[in-house]
């Protein structure tokens, strides 16, 4: 049950998309990403019972849209493991596949694993006091994938659309004039 998928959570090579997010809120910033619930919840399991881990437990955190469709899929906040890399480092690519082989070398199977638990709770923390309302939720690996889809989806032209043009070239058009109603 699982995610995978890569992209850089750092501001200079984000996506415009919403599924790996910044959020700065009261001097907080977060680095969302969506993982599984379950294979969170199993990683917890495990570490409270000093199970040994293996890379193995952690596949199924690469990519969110690898899972079943109807599993869930949960925000954590990755800014917990920011200590542990380089500025320049990528945490998670323009695919949106997290770079595990990355965290386990700098952190160990063990240490990542328990950066993944840490992250989610930052997230459900909500540091930066944001409007529970605003937040990014739980979701399906389906209602993921239709996300990302939305989000890639190109014009006529080959380019994806800006979400901003857009806005602005509505906000410039003149009214339609209505109808005078008959009756």
């Known amino acids: 049950q699982g995610c995978r998928r890569r992209l ?3 501001p200079a090579s984000r996506p415009p998309h919403a599924m790996a997010e910044e ?10 990403f969506y993982a599984s619930k379950t294979g969170l919840d199993a990683l917890e399991e495990k570490l409270k019972k000093e199970v040994a881990l293996t890379e193995n ?15 869930i899929l949960v925000p954590i906040d990755l800014s917990v493991i920011d200590a542990s890399f380089d500025e320049d480092e990528e945490l998670v690519d323009m695919d949106m596949r997290l770079e595990l082989p990355t965290m386990i070398e700098k952190l160990g199977v063990k240490g990542a694993a328990q950066a993944l638990i840490d992250a989610r709770k930052k997230y459900e923390a909500n540091v930066g006091k944001e409007d529970p309302e605003e937040r990014l939720k739980s979701m399906t690996v389906k209602e993921w994938k239709d996300v990302m889809a939305d989000d890639g989806e190109e014009d006529e032209d080959g380019e994806e659309e800006d979400d901003d043009e857009d806005d602005e070239e509505e906000e410039t058009k003149e009214p339609t004039p209505k109808k005078a109603k008959t009756t």
């Open 57 to 71: 437990d952690l596949k199924c955190f690469a990519y969110p849209g690898d899972g079943d469709d109807e599993s």
């Open 23 to 32: 959020v700065e809120a009261g001097g907080a910033e977060e680095e969302v």
């Open 8 to 10: 850089s959570l750092r």
